[in-house]
C-alpha cells in the first residue's frame, strides 16, 4: 500500500506542536504495519537540510507563477524515510515560524504556501513521479487539507483509484481566506458552495479536508464525538455529523524512541519502572537548574504547551495561589498569547522561589520538565488528543487533567474505586472550572501524602504503552478499506 503523508511539520526536522510528533512518528509504524510510506513536505530550511540523496522529480507549475522544484530524497533523521519537498525558497526560506511571522502576524501568502502542498500532493497523484504513485493521499490539517480538493475536484480518485484521508489535529485553525483568491489558489467557483469549501463567505482550507476526503480521521475517539456537537464543532459540527460514517477517530501513540525514561539523553539520571531512584535526581537537577527550593518533598507541578487560552492557562493562574499555599513547586515551558505571557510572568516573579516560567521552545527542557516533575498539567478547554500528559505518565509524571477530548480517553482519576481496581492513572476535573481544578489539585497533594499508594499509581502509569502500531495498524485498515487489500 503506497500511502503519500502530506504535512508542514515533521519531527525532528520542523516542530511547532503535536502535528509534528505524529507526522514524525506514523510513518515508521506504518511501514512496520506493511505500508510503504512516503511524505510530502514543503522546503522549509530546516526540512531541505535534512534532505539528502536529492534528485529533482519534477518542476511544479504553480497557480501564482512562482518557479518551484519538487525533489526526493531521504530524511536520515527519520530512518532514511523518502521524502518529496518543495524547493520553494521565495515562499518557505524567510524569518518567523512556518506559518507566523516574526512579529506573530500570518504570513502575508500563507494561501499560497499551503495551496502548494495541496498542489504538489495532487501532482503526485497525477503521476508526476513515474517511479512511484500513491494510491492514497493522507494529508494532516488544513496546511495540507487542499489536497483533497485539488483530488476530488480533477476527478483523480475515479481515474487514477487514488484515495484519500485528511487527519485534523485541531479543528480551530482553520485556514481561512478571501474569497478572491480562488482563481489564484486554481479552484473553480463551483466549489465556493456550502457543501464545498465556503465558510461564512470565506475559502476555507479545513473544509477542504472535511468536505472533499473520502475519510476523516481525528486524534482520539473523543474528540472525533466533540466536534460533532456545536460546543466543540467551531461552526463545522453540521458536516461533520453529516459526514459522520466516514469519521473516525483514532488515538495518537508516543514514540518510544523519543519518549523513554530509560534510555533519555537529555535526563541526568535515567530510570525506569523497576528503578525509579533516577527521578528523584532529575527532580532536584531542575530544582537547581530553574532556582527553585531544593526540596524533595515539595510536590512539583509542569507544564509544558503553547501558551493559549485552550490550554486551561487562566485556571492555572487561578489555582497558583493555592499550589503554592499548599507547599507545591511548579515549572511552566512554553509561550503564545502575549496577555497569558505577562500574566504568567507576575505570578512567577510573586514566588521565585516556587514557581518558574521559561518562555520559548526547547525540546531537551520538555524532556527534563517530563522527568523531573511529580504532576503533569493539562486542564484545557478543549483537547483533540493531547500528547503532554502521555509523556507525563509514560515518564511517570501523574497527569491532571481536564475530562475533554483525548485527555478523557487516557486518563483515569484516582477516585477510590479505581484506586481499588487498579485503573487510576492521574487527575480528572470535569467542567472548565478554577473550584474544580483546585479540587484535583488538592486530590493530587492528598495522594502523594500516601507514598505507597502513589508509587502505585505512577506505575501503573509508566508501563502503560500508547504505542504507534495500534494507531498505525487503524490508519492501515482505513486505507484498505478504500483501495482493497
Ligand atoms: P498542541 O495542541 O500544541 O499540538 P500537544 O500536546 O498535542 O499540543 O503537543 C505538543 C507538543 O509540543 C509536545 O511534544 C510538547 O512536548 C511540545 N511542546 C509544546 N510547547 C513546547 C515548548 N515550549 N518547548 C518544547 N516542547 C514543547
Request: with cysteine; proline share 6%; glycine share 10%.
Amino acid at each position: 500500500m503506497r500511502v503519500l503523508q502530506v504535512s508542514a511539520e515533521i519531527y525532528p526536522l520542523l516542530k511547532t506542536g503535536g502535528l509534528a510528533d505524529v507526522t514524525g512518528a506514523l510513518p515508521a509504524a506504518l511501514a512496520r504495519a506493511g505500508c510503504e510510506p512516503r511524505v510530502l513536505l514543503p522546503g522549509f530550511p530546516s526540512i531541505l537540510a535534512g534532505l539528502s540523496e536529492a534528485t529533482e522529480v519534477t518542476s511544479l507549475h504553480t497557480s501564482f507563477g512562482e518557479r518551484t522544484t519538487l525533489r526526493l530524497g531521504h530524511l536520515s533523521a527519520l530512518g532514511g524515510l523518502a521524502a518529496y519537498v518543495i524547493d520553494a525558497p521565495a515562499l518557505y526560506d524567510r524569518p518567523g515560524d512556518p506559518y507566523l511571522d516574526e512579529s506573530g502576524q500570518p504570513h502575508a501568502d500563507n494561501h499560497r504556501r499551503f495551496a502548494l502542498l495541496g498542489q504538489a500532493a495532487s501532482a503526485l497523484a497525477h503521476g508526476a513521479d513515474p517511479r512511484w504513485a500513491p494510491q492514497v493521499v493522507h494529508s494532516h490539517d488544513w496546511h495540507a487539507a487542499l489536497a483533497n480538493a485539488y483530488l476530488a475536484l480533477s476527478g483523480a480518485g475515479s481515474r487514477n483509484h487514488v484515495r484519500t484521508v485528511y487527519t485534523v489535529h485541531n479543528l480551530a485553525y482553520q485556514g481561512l481566506f478571501p474569497p478572491y483568491l480562488l482563481p489564484e489558489l486554481r479552484l473553480p467557483a463551483s466549489a465556493f458552495t456550502i457543501d464545498g469549501l465556503e465558510f461564512h463567505g470565506q475559502v476555507s482550507f479545513m473544509k477542504a479536508g472535511l468536505a472533499y476526503a473520502d475519510r476523516v480521521t481525528t486524534v482520539s475517539p473523543s474528540y472525533a464525538r466533540e466536534i460533532q456537537t456545536p460546543e466543540a464543532g467551531c461552526g463545522l459540527d453540521g458536516l461533520l455529523r453529516q459526514r459522520q460514517v466516514l469519521l473516525s477517530g483514532i488515538l495518537n501513540g508516543v514514540d518510544n524512541e523519543v519518549w523513554n525514561p530509560g534510555r533519555d539523553p537529555h535526563l541526568v539520571a535515567r530510570y525506569d519502572v523497576a528503578r525509579l531512584a533516577g527521578k528523584a535526581r532529575c527532580k532536584a537537577a531542575l530544582q537547581a537548574e530553574l532556582g527553585l527550593e531544593p526540596e524533595p518533598k515539595a510536590l512539583l507541578f509542569g507544564i509544558v504547551g503553547r501558551f493559549a487560552e485552550q490550554k486551561g492557562l487562566p485556571l492555572l493562574l487561578a489555582v497558583l495561589p493555592d499550589i503554592v499555599r499548599l507547599g507545591g513547586q511548579l515549572v511552566l515551558l512554553g509561550s503564545g498569547d502575549a496577555g497569558l505571557e505577562q500574566a504568567l510572568r507576575d505570578a512567577a516573579a510573586a514566588h521565585p522561589a516556587e514557581v518558574a516560567l521559561r518562555i520559548g521552545y526547547d525540546e531537551p527542557l520538555a524532556h527534563r520538565i517530563f522527568a523531573a516533575t511529580d504532576v503533569t498539567l493539562v486542564p484545557s478547554r478543549y483537547e483533540p488528543c493531547g500528547l503532554t500528559q502521555m509523556y507525563g505518565l509514560r515518564y511517570g509524571s501523574l497527569p491532571l487533567v481536564r475530562r475533554v477530548g483525548g485527555l478523557a480517553d487516557t486518563v483515569v482519576d484516582c477516585t477510590l474505586e479505581d484506586m481499588a481496581d487498579a485503573v487510576a492513572t492521574g487527575f480528572v476535573f470535569d467542567s472548565f472550572d478554577a473550584d474544580q481544578m483546585r479540587r484535583a489539585v488538592r486530590r493530587a497533594f492528598a495522594l502523594y501524602t500516601r507514598p505507597a499508594q502513589w508509587r502505585a499509581v505512577q506505575r501503573r502509569g509508566m508501563s502503560q504503552r500508547f504505542g504507534w502500531d495500534d494507531a498505525a495498524r487503524q490508519y492501515a485498515a482505513l486505507y484498505r478499506e478504500l483501495v482493497g487489500p
